[in-house]
């Protein structure tokens, strides 16, 4: 299948395991620096690439000389803190090889489940990805400790993918893909090449971490897979541990797909369209033209505003004859958004005392 070739925005989330010698503690580097290889390829070809990659804690626990038995809460919080700075400073040295930038991304769950934080997520991955980098992600672990505790970078990748609007997302993992049951403990289980549903009969197959070092199994995979066909992008669990991993993977090596229906663009604006508005915002015929014609909604277009919204909430927009022209998230809140109404950008910050985005509604956050 090629399901790569034509990809325009993908995540790769690596494991733990993958990245850290288990006997040794150290990072691998060869394998490090054969992924760094992959991605240059897929940045040659004008793909976007956003690398999501644990191993902080099992970077920072040889570091500390932290004890082979599981970690306490504080210890885990220590290692991450430690390991991170490696494991960031180690992708930006094997991206450089290539002359490609890293930028380091730390998350907390928040950061997708408030809206107004995962709309200001997602404008930095633009900004970031607009200006060639390729964005390093991972939990913030040393400050968020139910991430510790209950998260797993697999359902982590996957709200990235979907914040990043993404249409594909690779799990490099220990294991070549989904099987009817957990390989390593059924040597009769069987590999899916692909999947359409996951139906409660898939749900049983998945099975909990193979490796001492990873923190998900295949059944926080599944859920990743869920949140990332239900956000229109398709997922790969594919094998992680050769060199030059995706590669491999477009190469034909084995891997189970979870395919999703339709794109990122018509599910998010579908998600758009199914929230209920919060407020209205009045334009001149200059910005529905605008509008019309594939761009945003800018200050300067708005001539009345109604209602009580705070950002990242969604608003009507009403044509100077009063008809609803679709539905937008708004960058500004409503009083914000009445004080600056008819002014050109230049005019915003002096009247807000900070500095302005340019649009009130940006075009991908409109639903008609
Ligand atoms: N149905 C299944 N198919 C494949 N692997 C499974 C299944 N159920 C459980 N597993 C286990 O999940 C492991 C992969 O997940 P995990 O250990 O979290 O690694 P990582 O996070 O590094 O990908 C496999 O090595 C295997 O032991
Ligand atoms: N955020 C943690 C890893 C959490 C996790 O999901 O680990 P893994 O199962 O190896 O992908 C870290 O960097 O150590």
Not at 318 to 344: H, K, Q, V
Request: proline share 4%.
């Amino acid at each position: 299948m090629a399901a790569l070739s034509d990809a325009r925005r993908i995540v790769v989330k690596i494991g733990s395991a993958l990245l850290v010698d288990r006997q040794s503690g150290e990072l691998r580097a060869d394998w490090l620096g054969s992924l760094a290889q992959d991605v240059a390829v897929l940045r040659g070809r004008g793909a976007d690439v956003i690398l999501v990659s644990s191993g902080s804690i099992a970077l920072g626990r040889g570091a500390l000389g932290l004890p082979a038995r599981e970690l306490t809460l504080e210890q885990s919080q220590a290692a991450a803190a430690v390991g991170q700075i490696r494991l960031a400073g180690a992708y930006d040295a094997a991206l450089a090889r290539h002359g490609l930038r890293a930028a380091q991304v730390l998350v907390t769950l928040d950061d997708s489940t408030d809206r107004r934080r995962y709309l200001n997520t997602r404008a930095t991955f633009e900004t970031l990805l607009r200006y060639g980098a390729v964005p390093i992600v991972n939990e913030n672990d040393t400050i968020a400790t139910d991430e510790i505790r209950y998260g797993d970078n697999d359902r982590m990748a996957a709200q990235i993918a979907v914040t990043a609007g993404a249409d594909r997302l690779i799990l490099l993992s220990d294991v070549d893909g989904f099987y009817s049951a957990n390989p390593a403990q059924d040597p009769g289980a069987r590999r899916f090449d692909v999947i359409e549903a996951i139906t409660p009969e898939i749900e049983a197959m998945a099975g909990d971490a193979g490796s001492g070092l990873s923190k998900g199994g295949m059944k926080t995979k599944l859920m990743a897979a869920k949140a990332a066909m239900a956000a229109g992008c398709d997922m790969a669990i594919a094998l992680g541990a050769p060199l030059n991993p995706i590669a491999a993977l477009e190469n034909g090596a084995p891997a189970t797909w979870f395919r999703a229906q339709g794109t990122p663009q018509q599910k998010r604006k579908a998600w758009i369209a199914a929230m209920k508005p919060r407020g209205r915002v009045h334009v001149d015929a200059g910005a529905v033209r605008a509008i019309e014609g594939g761009g945003s909604l800018l200050p300067a277009g708005v001539t009345a505003v109604e209602g009580l919204f705070g950002r990242g909430d969604a608003v009507e927009i009403a044509t100077p004859e009063g008809r609803t022209l679709g539905l937008g998230l708004t960058r500004y809140t409503a009083a914000d958004a009445d004080a600056i109404r008819g002014l050109r950008s230049g005019a915003i910050e002096p009247v807000l005392g900070y500095p302005a985005r340019s649009a009130l509604i940006h075009r991908d956050d409109m639903a008609f």
